[in-house]
């Protein structure tokens, strides 16, 4: 490598430093209707081969520009880069019926051995007769199987004005093509439409398991840096909020990660 060479490399390699396992922020906006998604990945540092255990967190949040209520948010798809994989070999899954309806306890409490996730989450309470105002509360992940395909369960409790929870139901996909091989895709429950708008979610997915005798990961990846490089770029993830009325925002995040190994 020439002289030049290194010392563009060392120039690129302190660049990639200063912004090392931070994803941006991505803010998408149609009309007055405005989404800011925001995603983290760790550990900082994985394989430059194979893969190791991760936690990957997606923030999202919907909101107008004018103050008015945002639309009904009908679908969320959530699309993980390729080099990230599910494994849910060995792990328990939760029936629908341990945890809905139920709180946030409840649900933890029948179905603790299948958690992969959790977060919280924010909405509009959109009651007939009386002014919209905001509550929020906890999200749990749960693995699970929708006949032989695996989904994930992503219990919603909120304990004002009243007790409420609902499920959101993940499908899994494995893209075949593309920067992102894994997506997660939902419809929002129709039984949400009388009670409020979602107008935040915000799900971290992590969880190690043993199966067999071996240790295992819900979540895994890796970093393949080019030759030289201790960092490479990582396009995270891609996320697609669609709203009643035919509106949808698209985002991507993109950070960086640190190869270790040859």
Known sequence: MSARARLLAAALSAALVATAGLAQ????????????????????????????????????????????????????????????????????????????????????????????????????????????????????????????????FGHIYSAKPFATSFVIVFKIQRLRKGTYGIALNAPVPKAMDAWGRLTGLNMTLSRRFRHKGRRRSFISSGCRAPRGFTLASFPLARTSFAFSGGKKLTSTLSGTCKARGR
């Open 25 to 152: 922020a991505e803010i998408a906006q149609k009309g007055n209707l405005r989404v800011s998604v925001e995603g983290k990945l760790s550990p900082k540092k994985l394989p430059r081969r194979g893969a190791a255990p991760i936690a990957v967190s997606v923030n999202g949040r919907v909101s107008t520009t004018d103050g008015a209520l945002p639309p009904q948010l009908k679908r969320l798809r959530i699309e993980l880069n390729r080099r990230g994989k599910i494994d849910t070999n060995g792990l328990p899954t939760c029936k629908y019926s341990k945890i809905q309806p139920g709180s946030s306890s409840r649900a933890r409490r029948q179905c603790r051995s299948a958690l992969v996730g959790k977060g919280s989450f924010t909405a509009n309470i959109t009651l007939a007769g009386q002014e919209p105002y905001p509550t929020r509360g906890k999200l749990l992940v749960f693995n699970s199987k929708q006949g032989r395909k695996p989904v994930l």
